[in-house]
């Protein structure tokens, strides 16, 4: 299983960014699909994931401003993030996890400048 993400890069305070992940292999597409980052110094986080059915789940300090969505006939998760702080700093990873494995992609840096 890969899985590619695009989309990151330095956008200022108050902007907003789309990352894209695409899973190709083979894998249950009732597998979540997700998101984490990682800032430097800290531990990897989980910022939001998404059901095959299309449940979401959101950390506190991204929700509001941040959606997590799939196009399962793609292999496609999303994340719209909007409002975007300079604590948003880090390298996101996509991710998919469930009866079919767990698998992680490379990352893909964001920048926010205050």
């Known amino acids: 299983v890969q899985l590619q993400a695009s989309g990151g890069g330095l956008v200022q305070a108050g902007g907003s960014l789309r990352l894209s992940c695409a899973a190709s292999?083979?894998?249950?597409?009732?597998?979540?699909m997700g998101w984490v980052r990682q800032a430097p110094g800290k531990q990897r986080e989980l910022v939001a994931s998404?059901?095959?059915?299309?449940?979401?789940n959101y950390r506190d300090a991204v929700k509001g401003r941040f959606t997590i969505s799939r196009d399962n006939a793609k292999n496609t998760v999303y994340l719209q993030m909007n409002s975007l702080k300079p604590e948003d700093t880090a390298v996101y990873y996509c991710?998919?996890?469930?009866?079919?494995?767990?698998?992680w992609g490379q990352g893909t840096q964001v920048t926010v400048s205050s």
């Open positions: 998404v059901s095959n059915s299309g449940s979401t």
């Open positions: 991710g998919t996890w469930g009866l079919g494995g767990e698998y």
């Open positions: 292999g083979n894998f249950f597409s009732t597998n979540f």
